[in-house]
């Protein structure tokens, strides 16, 4: 039972591919529906695991890892499509991949620091929970570009927040005290 937060980690890893085929095959009102299916029964996964594994104590190491993994691979995967319908959304894109590499290091070097892993923070929270919302109602409707401007802005402004702050937070923290270093 305590690997059901880390199965549906895997179930929303494979539903990537899924939400890419229906975003390009249904791209038509209300066909695009089906991508916003997709897209939004990931991000429920997402609440279950996180939910399941805090609840009865599930949480693992692996699950921290696979967990934020799978919930930035779809949304670097909505972000390259949304790309290809519009290229104001290089604005996010570009930035979104460059964050996570950055935190994908910075989160290592904590790891080698702290000696352990390091949760989700609220605001990267908050920021996951906005860019879910605009992402979704930019899959539904594709083509206003006064909304993709709103949108993107906004998904921007939410990353660099969150980037800031884990930045501020967690990278420009000293070390904890493990009793190997005490």
């Known amino acids: 039972m305590r690997h059901i937060p880390n199965i ?20 038509e009102m209300p066909d695009t529906y089906y991508a916003a299916a ?19 104590n599930w949480i693992t190491d692996v699950g921290k890892i696979l ?31 460059i964050k996570e590499f950055a935190m994908l290091v910075g989160g290592i070097i904590v790891i080698k620091r702290n000696k352990k892993v390091t949760q989700a923070l609220w605001y990267g929270k908050v920021a996951t929970i906005v ?14 570009m006064v909304l993709d401007i709103t949108l993107c802005s906004i998904m921007l402004v939410m990353l660099i927040f969150a980037f800031v702050m884990y930045y501020l937070k967690v990278y420009k923290a000293k070390p904890e005290k493990t009793e190997s270093n005490q």
């Not at 997709?38 to 009865?56: K, M, N, P, Q, S």
């Not at 860019?131 to 206003?144: E, P, T």
Request: some cysteine.
């Open 38 to 56: 997709v897209y939004a029964a990931a991000w429920i996964t997402d609440a279950l695991d996180g939910y399941l594994a805090r609840r009865f």
């Open 8 to 27: 549906l980690s895997v179930i929303r890893l494979l539903m990537i591919p899924l939400f890419v085929f229906c975003y390009f095959e249904y791209d």
């Open 67 to 97: 967990d934020p993994l799978a919930d930035k691979l779809m949304q670097i995967t909505a972000a390259i499509c949304f790309v290809i319908d519009n290229r104001i959304f290089l604005l996010l894109a570009i930035p979104l991949v």
């Open 131 to 144: 860019l879910f919302l605009c992402a979704f109602i930019r899959i539904i409707v594709r083509d206003s």
